[in-house]
């Protein structure tokens, strides 16, 4: 299944991205904020029964980025936005995040059934905290979660319903 943005496509995940996602996870600052490589590389060359794995591509077919829907809890409708990630710097702060994550959202809702996503970033992240607070109506901190450049930051949760973004809710 492909979903078709306004300025970006995603796709599904295949092993021939695996190049461009170790590459991706040589840049120190991408691995500050993505963590290390090993949930990624492993999932993509060995899908676990319980994610749904997109590849994000602009219009013109350049691969920029991944994201990875994971924990998906049929029974519970509930999943998380594991993995959001724009690989190439020269596409970071231009607002394709904010639309890779309304396409998979609108995939979790439409296409996965779920009732309610989540997503989950450190304080340090600030696209990411730009990007999930504009989109998700509601916030909760996990205090002290994450030690990063030798201190402790919260790690910041963010969740959504499927009548919430349905009605297009936005935080206040």
């Given at each position: 299944m492909i979903l078709e943005g306004e300025h970006i496509r995603?796709?599904?995940?295949?092993?021939?991205?695996?190049?461009?996602?170790?590459?991706?996870?040589?840049?120190?600052?991408?691995?500050k904020y993505m963590g290390p490589p090993g949930d990624a590389l492993d999932a993509?060359?060995?899908?676990?029964?319980?994610?749904?794995?997109?590849s994000v591509e602009l219009k013109d077919s350049r691969l920029i980025g991944f994201i990875f829907i994971t924990d998906i809890r049929t029974a519970h409708r509930q999943c998380e936005l594991g993995l959001v990630a724009i690989g190439e710097r020269d596409c970071w702060d231009k607002g394709y995040g904010s639309e890779i994550v309304r396409l998979a959202l609108s995939f979790c809702f439409r296409e996965l059934n779920?009732?309610?996503?989540?997503?989950?970033?450190a304080e340090f992240n600030e696209r990411a905290l730009r990007c999930y607070g504009a989109i998700f109506p509601h916030e909760q901190r996990?205090?002290?979660w994450v030690?990063?450049?030798?201190?402790?930051?919260?790690?910041?949760?963010?969740?959504v319903?499927?009548?919430?973004?349905?009605?297009?809710?936005?935080?206040?």
């Open positions: 995603l796709r599904p995940a295949t092993r021939d991205d695996l190049a461009a996602y170790t590459r991706w996870y040589t840049d120190d600052e991408f691995r993509l060359q060995s899908p676990p029964s319980d994610q749904v794995q997109f779920m009732h309610q996503v989540h997503v989950e970033t996990h205090r002290q030690w990063e450049d030798g201190r402790f930051w919260d790690e910041i949760y963010f969740d319903t499927e009548e919430e973004f349905a009605a297009g809710e936005r935080p206040s």
